[in-house]
């Protein structure tokens, strides 16, 4: 290589290597700057903030309509992440394990809320909702949260029984073993794990949703990303920042959580 | 149940798009009326700059990702990818309303360093949504390209490079080629799931925005005119369902199953 090709490529690799601290910049800037605001005692929105102190924090502790927006996420979050590991597991054994007919398409039909334009499904859904008049009811909001964690479920439950060889069942089997007892006692406890983790992940994408609420949960359920939408469209209320701040540890700590169970 | 849930929602859909008040006129309707069109079009296009925009820079960071040799790099690569994802979805909108209103963090910035003189408009344009969509699909584009590359042998660079290529020849014409498939999957996922953004268009577009989710809101909250609604949302299904039918015969199933997975 010439000189003026060296002085190009190592340009081009200090232009590239400065466009990657950006984007890394351009990702922290928000996670830092919620919850650095999150520790300012100022009840308007301000940068920076001029006196510290657990102000957000404890305003959010003591207003009945922010706990209670916790409440109804946690009761909509948790069987939602029930019914969607109880429906995406035994529909990836069957996957995985038997000669199902159409099972591509109904993998496919498993994954299809992460592949289509969610806006579209909404409406979709809404327009079936309005039809059965379900709009609003916690248990409506549960289903339909259900189908969207469920490709998490397929997902990762389907990673995890990739891992564990059909032939392990064999033995069982010609060790005596019935078909079930094959089935539970050897593939279900290696895959276990991985289902803890889709039920983890299954949770952390119930509490977090926000759109379908919005459509099929009606104006009287609020869940917590339904109630940080609703302040938001009439401004910034700095109290979200410090329930934000709570809601990134514990959903850092929570994935954390299922990252390890995947690999164990 | 899938059936129940994933297959009669759309058919509903259709249902209501095509029923009454006026069954196929509807769609004459809705088309006739320029504003929806344009809202239309502004999607998708928005939608496409914000593929690109990831695809682009989610490529050179998994790149950067693939071929980190220090650890310290490689972790802070790996946070930044990482950590948005422990921001809720509303939260990450919290924090560019906080970022980008008028008495926001940048417009602060930029007074106190008499930058300029009164505050720039910055919150409900459309750039604004872009920026945020931009941020909530890095990620996501960063992580199956991440995994497209790591099966791309590094030698290759080195053996083109002691055949006498630049660093940026070997890349462009060894690694790229090879890395195509796995980027094309992740450009069309991105899209798909870059039109289905909600969230994003109403709360950093304003109300008035021209989002097709936006004029679906407004269809369906402040007019209960279901039908347009209704048509608003197969314009995006239709998108959909178009891109990821092209990338099925573009780069195949396994592809694509793989670029979901990640």
């Known amino acids: ?264 | 149940m899938l059936i129940f849930y994933v297959i009669y929602p759309f058919i509903r859909l259709v249902q209501t798009a095509l029923g009454d008040p006026g069954g196929w006129s509807n769609v004459g309707f809705f088309f006739s009326n320029t504003a929806n069109v344009f809202v239309v079009q502004i999607t998708f296009r928005d939608a496409a700059i914000v593929t690109l925009i990831d695809v682009v820079a989610g490529g050179v960071m998994a790149w950067a990702l693939r071929s980190a040799r220090s650890r310290l790099i490689r972790f802070a690569l790996l946070s930044a990818i990482f950590v948005p994802f422990w921001m809720g979805s509303v939260v990450k909108i919290y924090a560019f309303t906080a970022l980008l209103g008028r008495a926001g963090v940048i417009n602060t910035l930029l007074l106190n360093l008499h930058l300029t003189k009164e505050p720039l408009h910055l919150l409900y344009t459309q750039p604004a949504v872009v920026a945020g969509m931009v941020y909530q699909m890095l990620p996501l584009a960063v992580l199956p390209m991440y995994v497209a590359f790591s099966s791309i042998d590094t030698d290759l660079i080195i053996a083109a490079e002691g055949l006498g290529a630049s660093r940026a020849r070997a890349l462009l014409d060894v690694v790229l080629p090879l890395a195509v498939p796995g980027i094309f999957a992740t450009l069309v996922i991105n899209f798909v799931l870059a039109l289905g953004f909600y969230l994003t268009p109403v709360l950093l577009g304003g109300l008035t925005s021209p989002f097709t989710a936006t004029l679906i809101q407004q269809d369906l909250f402040a007019y209960s005119d279901f039908a347009d609604a209704s048509i608003g949302g197969l314009m995006l299904l239709a998108g959909g369902i178009a891109s990821v039918t092209l990338g099925y015969f573009l780069v195949g199933k396994e592809r694509l199953r793989r670029a979901i997975s990640a």
């Not at chain 1, 397929?154 to 089935?183: C, N």
């Not at chain 1, 359920?221 to 109290?239: E, M, N, Q, W, Y």
């Open chain 1, 1 to 264: 290589m010439s000189t003026a090709q060296v002085a190009i490529s190592t340009a081009l690799r200090w232009i590239t290597f400065g466009f990657v601290v950006l984007l890394v910049l351009f990702l922290f800037v928000p996670v830092v700057i919620v919850v650095m605001l999150s520790f300012s005692n100022a009840t308007v929105l301000q940068f920076p903030p001029d006196q510290l102190g657990l102000r957000q924090y404890v305003a959010f502790a003591q207003s009945p309509y922010w706990t209670s927006s916790v409440v109804k996420s946690l009761t909509i979050a948790f069987p939602t992440a029930l019914v969607a590991t109880l429906v995406g597991m035994p529909a990836v054994f069957a996957f995985n394990r038997t000669r199902l007919p159409f099972r591509e398409g109904l993998e496919l039909a498993g994954l299809a809320p992460f592949l289509l334009p969610g806006v579209a499904y909404a409406v979709a859904l809404y327009a079936m909702y309005a039809q059965f008049h379900i709009v609003g009811t916690t248990v409506g909001l549960i289903l339909a949260d259900s189908v969207i964690a469920l490709p998490y479920v397929v997902v990762i439950v389907g990673a995890g029984i990739k891992r564990v060889t059909p032939d392990l069942e064999l033995v069982a089997m010609s060790l005596g073993a019935s078909r079930a007892r094959a089935l539970i006692g050897i593939t279900f406890r290696l895959t276990l794990p991985a289902i803890l983790a889709a039920f983890v992940l299954a949770f952390l994408a119930a509490f977090d949703e926000a759109t379908f609420v919005n459509f099929v949960g009606g104006p009287d359920l609020v869940t917590l990303p339904k109630a940080i939408f609703d302040s938001l469209r009439l401004g910034v209320d700095p109290l979200i920042t410090g329930i934000a701040t709570i809601l990134m540890a514990l959903t850092g700590i929570t994935m954390m959580l299922a990252v390890w169970l995947r690999r164990t």
